[in-house]
């Protein structure tokens, strides 16, 4: 099995390495026969990448230590599950699961939609099939998944207890699915830069494979901070890990892109910008990848010490100087169209949320880099705590709520119309009827009040904005309407639902920031503790033996003012192989807030130690992220055949006009 693994890694190597050069040269060179050859090619990589990955996933499932990557992440004790996810933890195998992910969506970048083969999609296939090439190499040359054990083992070093959990069988697959997502627009922008063909083919066709990339990579992140969450035992979900920072950092420079798109798209603006971030945003992805394989930081996500890291750091900046070079080529035909006119268009506002997403991205670099920069170049460490970033994410937070707040009732290319000026006007009352509600339910912090008003406002001018259209579609009924302006303009208001998603995490991360409460507490059998309007009995102490650990959970009884009564079962569990202690935290969740317990240690004689957290709004925060995923894949859906054959047909009467007019001028 090992043998074959082997062969079908370097089959797959050699097949991608082929593909990217026959796509790129068949199409230049408008030789067919090549240009076939290369998409043969292609399906040959991702077949012999399908066999190694199903060799290795065998290998760990069967517990065959005659794999050194089965020995290093697996033991008898695994179960199933989890054996199987230990295919992501290594640095070998995530690396074999991220190239079969790229290359799987290359081949579907290829052929979906159903078009005619263009230059530009070709030329972009290649590019893509090379960075697989890139990825192959490492594991050729560096990171071998097949390598073979040098002592024959009976068992395994296991599966780390911390990485046991639920979120961790899918949040690794996830973040390289956004990683690998993110190569399609910087392949497409790489393609039109090579090319010429600077139209809006190529933004038409990066659109939403960057709205995919940014929410998969979304849900990819959230995941993450929720296994933080309820698996580490500190009451948080965010803690500026350096390696948490790299996932983070391209997501927040692809929601810059996304924005640069929809200029391009309808004001033939940002168009250096657009192509600028297509690259940026790759490169920060092979950024965070260097993160987390170079060794310079201490982590729990991140991989051992080893040069893999520093390859793709080179290849970031390969990637920034050739795109820089190739913009400054192309400078004269990214010349934009039209200037702005109002610094109350809609344009306008999205100029200003790129920039403060930029500004955003620049401090978390800098938080993350100071670190290993101030130990190499001054000799002495400079740790960079939350408190840094917190001062720079609570203002430019604040000003992205409130471009986000003013969206929907502004327009593209000139300032708002009589109707929306009094829409907005509403909208800003709304907002300080919000703070005074607020007020009046005890909020005194300004950035709590700040967040309540653009909340309010946020949603009240969505509202609004629906209603004008609404109006608009017919005046007769505001439900016919209200329907038509929905089916008519999905993405529009997919992006308003996006915009809503946010306000509900930023109400989370408002409220569990902000009004957080802990409290440590030594209990007795029997004992009883009033706290947080919650009534507390530690009732027992539940001590159980697994097959791979041993189990200690912690009874609580908890009755709240309204007779609400239920139970909790913190637990620390022993994992024998490792002889590694985890904890379980125990929540319980509701709208207004979560309750989060944790049993830190038993004291004896049945006496534990426990803390407990409140944490308000909680379920705002990921309640915000299945809105903005919602959002984006509902946006994401297809339009049907009909609308696109109006649209056809609306572009054909639109291009008969123009001749028709060239015609007239003519004969004049």
Not at 2 to 11: F, K, V
Not at 97 to 119: D, G, H, V
Request: glycine content about 8%; proline content about 4%.
């Amino acid at each position: 099995m090992r043998t074959l693994g082997e062969l079908c890694l370097l089959a797959a190597f050699v097949a991608s390495g082929y593909a990217a050069f026959a796509c790129t040269v068949g199409r230049r060179s408008r030789h067919l026969a090549v240009l076939r050859s290369g998409l043969a090619a292609v399906a040959g990589c991702i077949a012999a990448l399908t066999v190694t990955l199903g060799v290795l996933a065998w290998a760990l499932l069967s517990k065959d230590f005659s794999f050194d990557y089965v020995v290093q992440y697996s033991s008898s004790l695994l179960v199933w599950n989890y054996s199987l996810s230990a295919l992501w933890v290594g640095q070998a195998g995530s690396l074999l699961l991220w190239a079969w992910i790229l290359a799987a969506l290359a081949m579907f970048f290829r052929f979906w939609p159903r078009q005619p083969a263009s230059e530009l999609r070709d030329t972009a296939l290649g590019i893509l099939m090379a960075y697989v090439c890139f990825l192959l190499a490492i594991m050729v040359f560096a990171a071998d998944p097949m390598k073979a054990s040098i002592v024959a083992a009976q068992e395994g070093a296991g599966l780390s207890p911390l990485l046991q959990h639920p979120a961790m069988m899918i949040h690794p697959p996830v973040v390289f699915s956004g990683y690998a997502a993110w190569a399609v627009p910087f392949a497409l922008a790489a393609a039109a830069l090579i090319t010429g063909r600077l139209d809006t083919q190529w933004v038409q066709q990066a659109r939403p494979w960057a709205l995919a990339a940014w929410v998969v990579l979304g849900i990819g992140i959230l995941l993450g901070a929720y296994w933080s969450y309820e698996e580490l035992g500190w009451g948080g979900y965010w803690g500026w890990d350096p390696v948490e920072n790299g996932s983070l950092i391209p997501w927040l420079t692809g929601t810059a892109l996304i924005h640069s798109l929809m200029v391009w798209r309808y004001r033939g603006g940002l168009k250096r910008t657009a192509l600028a971030l297509a690259f940026v945003t790759f490169g920060l992805c092979n950024f965070a990848t260097f993160l987390t394989r170079s060794g310079i930081f201490s982590s729990l996500h991140a991989f051992s010490q080893s040069p893999i890291g520093w390859m793709f750091l080179v290849l970031m900046f390969v990637l920034v100087v050739a795109g820089t070079g190739l913009i400054v080529l192309r400078r004269q035909s990214l010349v934009s169209k039209r200037r702005l006119r109002s610094l109350w268009a809609r344009e306008s506002l999205v100029v200003m949320s790129a920039v403060l997403l930029l500004l955003l991205t620049t401090v978390i670099v800098a938080g993350t880099l100071a670190l290993p920069l101030s130990t190499y170049l001054l000799g002495w460490s400079a740790v960079v705590g939350p408190e840094f970033y917190n001062a720079v994410l609570v203002p430019i937070g604040l000003l992205l709520l409130a471009t986000t707040a003013a969206v929907p009732l502004l327009r593209w290319g000139g300032p708002p119309t009589p109707v929306q000026k009094k829409m907005l006007l509403l909208s800003a009352g709304a907002g300080l009827v919000a703070v005074a509600v607020a007020f009046v339910f005890g909020v005194r912090h300004p950035v709590s009040l700040l967040v309540a008003m653009m909340s309010a406002v946020t949603v009240v001018s969505f509202a609004a904005a629906l209603l004008i259209e609404a109006q608009r579609r017919s005046s007769a009924s505001y439900t016919t309407g209200l329907v038509r302006a929905l089916l008519n303009n999905r993405r529009q208001y997919c992006g308003y639902l996006i915009h809503l998603g946010f306000v509900c995490v930023a109400i989370g991360v408002t409220g569990s920031a902000l009004a957080t409460r802990r409290h440590e507490a030594v209990m007795k059998e029997g004992e009883t503790l009033d706290w947080a309007g919650r009534r507390i009995r530690y009732a027992r102490l539940i001590q159980r033996e697994l097959p791979d650990k041993l189990v200690a959970e912690a009874e609580l009884e908890i009755s709240t003012g309204g007779g609400q009564a239920y139970k909790l079962l913190p637990a620390r569990h022993l994992h024998l192989l490792q002889e590694q202690w985890t904890t379980e935290v125990a929540i319980h969740s509701t709208w207004g807030s979560d309750f989060y317990t944790i049993l830190n240690s038993g004291e004896g004689g049945g006496v534990v130690s426990l803390t407990f957290v409140e944490n308000p709004m909680m379920r705002w925060l990921w309640f915000g992220g299945c809105v903005i995923s919602a959002g984006a894949l509902v946006s994401l859906w297809p339009a049907g055949a009909r609308k696109a054959k109006r649209s056809g047909m609306t572009i054909g009467v639109h291009k008969q006009a123009s001749r028709t007019e060239i015609n007239r001028r003519r004969a004049a």
